[in-house]
């Protein structure tokens, strides 16, 4: 098997191959692949849920994990919830990294086994571990820098050195976060979405049963409050690699069976990874980049505000991050996979289906935060001032997730085809240039509450104009100019 650059950045390629790719492959060639064939034939409503179905089920986990920690820092006071609303802002800048990473690896692993041609999908599974290890590395540099980086967000007072602590050790402890996050979605990109569940699942359970005694203390272990729900998550996310690790490595009736030979660098598929995943990255960091900046808005209405809104904010990504992690994960399964079987019109048919179911229930999420703001905060906090700040916001911000789901479920089928650059160019337009100095130009105007209105009309926007980049498309053209490329150079 020969490793290829391909992806956004790809010169077109033969007329032959282009035709080659047109045509649907044959996904039978190999044994374990047949079993996953489902994704390119048959009903695609099925198919769409039996993805979906499990990465709702890991995303609620997942955001347990963020639940947990909440519910128990609140429990230290409005300092330590601030502190780690924060940190957790600058952590986001790491999953930026990873997220290129995932991008690139889903769209080269989802293509090639829809293609049939496993030994493609484990170059590039093997090729993303090596890139976690690299990025880990790099976010060691943030650890000098954790209580610098706390004061340029504004973070005050108690919640500078707290915050920055909870940094230091997630940093840390990255490799582990990094390793779980490409494995899971390298399995999830060849179809298989539950044994990333059920290894969730499991940690998400440690992670619940080490907060307690390492914030709060039990026995010979001392309290280290904030510090504590760090090392219990960090903990958690070792555990979880280790696992993922040994079924690539060892779990020889899966798609992979990894060797150590995989994880030497091979500089043609990373170039791959690049070319697709650089603008997937690009995208976060411009996401992470505008929650920063209104972060740093937000802290100058002080502690309590700057809390309602982290408390808030995680009750809106337990909807969202359906949209992100599930249907639109799924969207971008169904898309490479059928790019690369060369089933066009299904993929195109895939987006669409995966961002109606999304929507639907983003509406029903919007209505609970709208009527329901009040006793959703004090699951949280008891502190009056941020519950009425909380349930503000909520109200002005509840129902532009609706309107959001185009971007956060077409973006992803987009990525799946190996177009990367028309969303990010849509966030940059969206989330830089209009949201943050609306935000800014408002909160002079009606102070918190004009951060709030920014925040929903950049959402509404984000998703009219990435549903229509989805119509004109672009990404199929590039989906087949990949696929195309990867023919011709093993022809």
């Not at 880990?136 to 820098?145: A, E, G, K, N």
């Not at 904030?226 to 998550?233: F, H, I, K, R, Y």
Request: aromatic residues 10%; proline residues 4%.
């Amino acid at each position: 098997m020969t490793d290829v650059p391909s992806g956004s950045m790809l010169p077109p390629a033969g007329a032959a191959a282009e035709a080659a790719a047109a045509k649907p492959l044959d996904t039978k060639a190999d044994p374990r692949l047949a079993r996953l064939a489902w994704v390119t034939r048959g009903s695609l409503w099925g198919a769409t849920w039996r993805l979906s179905l499990p990465m709702i089920a890991q995303v609620l986990l997942g955001n347990l994990y963020v639940l947990v920690d909440t519910f128990f820092v609140g429990r230290l006071g409005a300092s330590a919830l601030s502190a780690v609303g924060v940190s957790g802002n600058i952590v986001g800048l790491l999953w930026t990294m990873a997220t290129g990473v995932v991008t690139g690896s889903s769209a080269m692993i989802s293509q090639a086994v829809g293609a049939g041609d496993r030994p493609r999908a484990q170059v590039a599974a093997g090729q993303s571990m090596f890139l976690a290890l690299i990025l880990s590395i790099l976010s060691m540099v943030l650890i000098p820098l954790a209580s610098q980086s706390m004061i340029l967000l504004g973070a005050q007072g108690d919640s500078v050195e707290q915050g920055a602590a909870f940094l230091r050790i997630t940093v840390a402890m990255s490799f582990a976060m990094y390793l779980s996050i490409v494995l899971s979605w390298a399995l999830r990109g060849a179809g298989d979405a539950m044994t990333p569940l059920w290894v969730l699942g499991a940690t998400n359970v440690l992670n619940a049963l080490l907060d307690w005694p390492l914030i709060f203390g039990l026995g010979p272990i001392p309290a280290m409050g904030v510090s504590g729900a760090a090392l219990a998550t960090g903990l958690s996310q070792c555990v979880s690699a280790a696992v993922l690790a040994w079924v690539f490595f060892f779990g020889r009736r899966g798609v992979f069976a990894l060797h150590l030979s995989d994880l030497r660098p091979r500089w043609k598929t990373l170039w791959q990874m690049f070319t697709i995943g650089i603008f997937g990255s690009a995208r976060m960091f411009m996401l992470n980049v505008s929650g920063l900046a209104l972060t740093r808005i937000v802290t100058a209405f002080g502690t309590a505000t700057y809390a309602a809104y982290t408390i808030g904010w995680r009750l809106r990504m337990l909807v969202l991050a359906l949209g992100l992690g599930a249907f639109g994960g799924a969207a971008m399964i169904l898309v490479g996979q059928n790019v690369g079987a060369g089933k066009i019109r299904r993929a195109e048919q895939a987006g669409w289906m995966t961002t109606g179911i999304f929507a639907a229930i983003a509406a029903v999420g919007a209505c609970f935060m709208f009527f329901l703001g009040g006793p959703l905060m004090r699951c949280f906090t008891k502190d009056p001032e941020v519950i009425a700040a909380g349930v503000g916001f909520l109200k002005w911000t509840a129902f532009s997730i609706v309107f959001l789901s185009p971007s956060t479920v077409l973006g992803r089928a987009m990525n799946g085809a190996g177009d990367t650059f028309w969303p990010m160019l849509v966030t940059f337009l969206t989330m830089l240039l209009l949201r943050v100095p609306l935000a800014y130009g408002l909160a002079h105007v009606w102070h918190s509450v004009g951060v709030w209105v920014a925040l929903a009309a950049s959402e509404v926007l984000q998703g009219g104009i990435i549903a229509i980049a989805y119509h004109w498309g672009r990404w199929k053209i590039i989906g087949r100019r990949q696929v195309a490329a990867v023919l011709e150079t093993e022809t």
